[in-house]
């Protein structure tokens, strides 16, 4: 089951870490929230090709449970992505992909406050030496710009999302017993109805920007993989090793991104990002070695 669940979350960890290079990509072919509300189209219309039977059965377990499924839609799926996908377009794809590696420490804070599930001293100090990394990144390596708050807009809107989804990781403990099809379904439906407003906006601000032949390529990519395959595997994971470790693999898409936004989009690599990478990686290491034995993973 353990190596199942690694192969499942490093995969769901690639696409996401790509995920933040399309969103780079998409600055200019397609806007925001537009990206955001296509990609949810795009997703529901393979939900319906090939899932609908499964839909089906499961409808009254969707009916009783609708506004918990929906509520995941809006903030795991919708909220998360409309915050990374503006980020990018104020900051770069590596430091969108670094800073994400401060959800797992967010799961283990989360997980303390509402169940106080327990984080052993080597924990702590792999969460603190995690947060200098991703704050690191933040500060685009200068300290300095933390003490007079000087945060790049795109970065402070990637720390929101991060706490978003960690705070959605953490609610899976509650989420219904349903077939994987039936609860990806339901909340993609909320993804894209709470999606829809946002598209609305945008538009009314004249912002909006509809794709063009890359921002359709950027829209399927992000509709197929990081939002329904990712999703998939990132839900299958969590129920096979529980949050707090499922949420670990989550610091390989600074990895994945930072090799994937050298290697597509052409940007450098700086001190700062070498050294951010070394203190999360380090820092969750750490606290996966340090651990408390738990009986359910």
């Not at 995690?130 to 390596?141: E, P, S």
Request: overall charge positive.
């Amino acid at each position: 089951m353990n190596s199942r669940a690694y192969i499942y979350l490093s995969v769901t960890t690639l696409f996401w870490g790509a995920n933040s290079v399309a969103g780079k990509l998409a600055v200019g072919h397609v806007s925001p929230m537009v990206l955001t509300t296509f990609r949810w189209i795009v997703a529901l219309l393979v939900i319906l090709a090939f899932m609908l039977p499964q839909v089906k059965r499961d409808w009254p377990k969707i009916r009783r449970h609708w506004l918990q499924l929906l509520l995941y839609g809006v903030f795991g799926f919708t909220a998360f992505n409309a915050l990374l996908y503006t980020a990018v377009g104020y900051t770069s794809a590596i430091n969108a992909v670094i800073e994400q590696a401060g959800i797992p420490m967010l799961i283990f804070v989360f997980n303390f406050l509402l169940f106080r599930i327990q984080a052993s001293l080597a924990q702590v100090l792999g969460f603190t030496v995690t947060l200098v990394g991703v704050l690191l990144t933040a500060a685009h390596g200068e300290f300095s710009a933390l003490a007079e708050l000087q945060f790049n807009f795109g970065d402070a809107l990637m720390l929101v999302a991060c706490i978003v989804y960690a705070g959605y990781t953490v609610s899976l403990r509650w989420k219904p017993e349903l077939h994987w099809q039936s609860f990806i379904a339901a909340p993609a439906f909320g993804a894209l109805l709470s999606a829809i407003p946002l598209f609305i906006w945008e538009l009314s601000r004249g912002a909006a920007i509809f794709p063009d032949a890359t921002g359709w390529g950027v829209v399927l990519y992000a509709g197929i993989f990081p939002s329904l395959l990712s999703q998939v595997l990132y839900v299958r994971g969590v129920e096979m090793i529980g949050a707090n470790r499922a949420g670990l693999f989550i610091n390989a898409i600074p990895v994945f991104g930072t090799i994937l936004s050298v290697l597509l989009l052409g940007e450098t690599i700086q001190l700062f990002h070498v050294l951010a990478l070394l203190l999360v990686l380090g820092g969750i290491a750490v606290a996966e070695w340090g651990r408390p034995k738990e009986k359910n993973g």
